[in-house]
């Protein structure tokens, strides 16, 4: 995982409709960094629905939800309408923004050692910088998880 406090690594990729969202242009609001394995499978679903479930908190706090994932637009686009997002979700199909954030890499999988996406979060400030990290995500609960550290962050600005 990245270190809080440090600026958060830039980057420019793809998101569902193929517009480049480039993380230094949010600078300003709040950024909800998540990336997981796969759309439409039962983790990744719950997960995505419970940060949509939260959106309009997220929304009310001026905090963007992010999902990043290897998937396609297409695959996206159809996610998305499956389920409603109301968020972006981008497409890192080499990995390299996965790498970056320590997203991608050997991890324990049913007791198997294994490479793939490692289910993770960054909360990124309003100038850039990771105020939190997880790595380890209960899916169904994880977006409250990560509104409460919002919040609590807000506190500790004002």
Do not use: W
């Given at each position: ?127 850039g910088t990771i105020l939190k990290s997880w790595n380890k995500v209960n899916t169904a609960t994880h977006a409250k998880v990560v509104m409460k550290a919002l919040e609590e962050a807000e506190?500790?600005?004002?």
């Open positions: 995982m990245l270190e809080n406090g440090t600026v958060a690594p830039d980057f420019t990729l793809p998101d569902q409709n193929g517009n480049d969202f480039t993380l230094s242009a949010h600078r300003g609001e709040i950024v909800v960094l998540y990336f997981y394995p796969r759309d439409n499978t039962p983790g990744c679903t719950r997960e995505a629905c419970s940060f949509n479930d939260e959106l309009d908190q997220f929304r009310g706090l001026n905090a963007t939800v992010v999902g990043v994932s290897a998937d396609s637009a297409a695959s996206h686009q159809k996610f998305i309408a499956r389920y409603n997002l109301g968020f972006t979700l981008l497409t890192d199909a080499g990995h390299d923004v996965m790498t970056r954030y320590h997203a991608y890499g050997e991890k324990l999988m049913y007791g198997k050692k294994t490479v793939g996406v490692i289910r993770s979060t960054y909360l990124i400030s309003r100038d506190k500790g600005q004002n």
